[in-house]
């Protein structure tokens, strides 16, 4: 596969059990938030995502959790199976006139069967 | 189906041989930006558009051309490759809004020797 995982901070769960990934953003004036997906070989892949005047949002089996007071962002995938082992990318939207998304530099999600 | 495509997938050349990498979106998405993805940096933005004829640099653009002559074609044109960009290139488009979902192609794998 890719070399996209190398480098990365790697969070190993077992199968069943729920997975917390964790990014920390830069720009307090961002607002829009998205958590990606990235299977190996393949480009990333939209998860889910939360406005800056939200701090919670729940979809199927994952939750986003926004901390705007200490610039903090989490996803939450309950009952993590196989499928799930990827790399894990939160982005956040410049709210100024680019719209421009910076993306932090993923986590490694391994799930042990 | 919604998608978005790039072409080739795989590619190996030598420097300074100009090479173009072609994407190509059907949902009729203003934004386009290519970005590139190295080990331990993440999604770096090499150019944006923001619609038709309207293109800008991004964080990486050294070295790199694109046009933006229609609304669903990017092309990304290396005039010179040099082996400092042998990375994995994604191609990506979005309708910009109060949210926005930004889709990425499959990936373009360079080495330039």
């Known amino acids: 596969g890719e070399s996209v995982g190398l480098h990365l901070p790697t969070l190993s769960v077992q199968e069943g059990d729920n997975s917390i990934i964790n990014c920390a953003y830069s720009?307090?004036?961002?607002?829009?938030f998205i958590w990606y997906k990235q299977e190996s070989g393949k480009g990333p892949q939209f998860i889910i995502d939360?406005?800056?005047?939200?701090d919670k949002r729940q979809g199927q089996r994952v939750t986003v959790l926004l901390n705007k007071t200490v610039k903090h962002l989490s996803l939450q995938i309950a009952a993590t199976q196989p499928g799930d082992s990827a790399v894990y990318f939160c982005?956040?939207?410049?709210?100024?006139?680019?719209?421009?998304?910076?993306f932090g530099t993923g986590t490694l999600l391994a799930v042990q069967p | 189906e919604a998608q978005v495509t790039q072409n080739p997938r795989y590619l190996i050349t030598v420097t300074g041989k100009k090479l173009t990498v072609t994407c190509s979106q059907n949902m009729n998405h203003e934004y386009m930006s290519w970005y590139r993805q190295d080990p331990g940096l993440g999604l770096r933005q090499i150019y944006y558009s923001m619609n038709v004829e309207v293109t800008d640099k991004g964080d990486v653009p050294e070295g790199y051309k694109v046009s933006r002559k229609e609304k669903r074609n990017f092309p990304l044109i290396l005039e010179s490759p040099s082996p400092n960009q042998t990375s994995l290139y994604f191609c990506?488009?979005?309708?910009?809004?109060?949210?926005?979902?930004?889709?990425f192609g499959p990936g373009t794998r360079l080495t330039v020797l």
């Open positions: 720009n307090s004036a961002s607002d829009y």
């Open positions: 939360i406005r800056s005047n939200m």
């Open positions: 982005a956040e939207r410049d709210g100024g006139a680019t719209n421009k998304l910076i």
């Open positions: 990506a488009s979005r309708q910009t809004g109060l949210t926005d979902t930004q889709y």
